[in-house]
């Protein structure tokens, strides 16, 4: 009855607009930090689906918690009241210090309310022209209209014109230019703590901080892309803690879910009642199942929790290190960019999945975001596999 990888390729090619290369798997099943394809091999997974499963596949207490809601209620608009929402939306606030929550369905869809925010902000205290979003050049923010031109990558801005107006691109780690950039027009400033799509780049302290100290003193919001680093991927709730700032918005999406759709923005003081009725919304935000998931992955995200995210990122970095044809390791906690010389990335990730491994690209890096849980015999079998695809 089930199809096989080919018949499934055959069907995708065929029914599937074409937005995506994929890789030569078809998953069927998975547990923890490993799958299994339709052919029956089994894969260690580097990826987590591009940070999403970040309890690994089919988490049991997970599983239940959105089974659960699932059999009780599955959706009921935004236009009443519902347990699991409140309940994601008070851990979130309680875990942040942050004031509110809004939910929506994706990471660019998060960016969205942090923009509209933004904008509404500066041109509600600080005039009609009050609408300029700086953003970090090498950054990526979603897909949507709003979120391709707020990335600042140029093979972006093609095809899609007119894009909209009101952004402006610094380099990262450049406080020259972004002094350079403010100016009352600007109404926030939003950056990823760690560039993932671009590269995996570690913004400096420095730099965040003078960002931030910028924004505090001439009112400008600072928003945090979360939405990879977001969720303990860098070993800590969120990765703005690792630089000693406190952010005006911060958007969140993929590892929330934990495999379900959901994204959302957290808000503070400044901004939290910011969006009126009818400024924003979304059919499916803060849906019960998907916020019921979320609940339950936020509730697992204790300090000894993130202690071991960070430690078992340390430990994936120095075992890779050392390979000498390892140049360096970037990124923080479970989010790691491996520049390596020899050969690409991308064939080194190729060559890692022929040999059941699952691991992403970035750039001109490999890019690796375990399962948080994963476990240190999973992490051996996988920076192993890794190597040898490295090294041979
Ligand atoms: C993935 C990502 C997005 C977009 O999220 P989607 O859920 O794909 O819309 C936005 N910002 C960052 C930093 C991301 O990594």
Known sequence: MNLTKSEIKKL?????????????????????????????????????????????????????????????????????????????????VEKTGMSKVFFGNSGAEANEAAIKTARKYG??????????????????HGRTIATITATGQDNYHKYFTPFLDGFLY?????????????????????????QGEGGVLNLDEEFVQAAASICADKDILFIADEVQTGIGRTGRLFAYEHFGIKPDIVSFAKGIGGGLP????????????????????????????????????LGKMDDEFLKE????????????LKCPKVKSVSGMGLMLGVAIEGKTASEAVKTALEKGLMALTAKDKIRLLPPLTITKEEIDEGVAILIEAIEC
């Open 12 to 92: 995708d090619k065929e029914y599937i607009v074409g937005t995506y290369n994929r890789y030569d798997l078809a998953i069927d099943h998975g547990k923890g930090a490993r799958c299994v394809s339709v052919d029956g091999r089994e894969y260690i997974d580097f990826t987590s689906g591009i940070g999403v499963n970040c309890l690994g596949y089919c988490d049991e207490g997970w599983v239940g918690a959105v089974i659960t809601q699932v059999m009780k209620l599955q959706h009921c608009s935004n236009l009443f009241y519902s347990e699991p929402q409140v309940k994601a939306a008070s851990m979130l």
């Open 123 to 140: 041109t509600q205290n600080k005039g009609d022209n009050c609408n300029k979003i700086i953003t970090l050049v090498n950054s990526f």
């Open 170 to 194: 610094c380099p990262a780690n450049d406080i020259d230019t972004l002094k350079s950039l403010i100016s009352d027009d600007v109404c926030a400033i939003m950056m990823e703590m760690v």
């Open 262 to 297: 959901i994204g959302g923005a957290l808000f503070g003081p400044k901004t939290c009642n910011v969006l009126q009725p009818g400024d924003h919304g979304t059919t499916y935000g803060g849906n019960p199942v998907a916020t019921a998931g979320a609940a339950y992955i």
């Open 309 to 320: 995210v960070e430690a078992k990122g340390e430990y994936i970095r120095e075992a890779l």
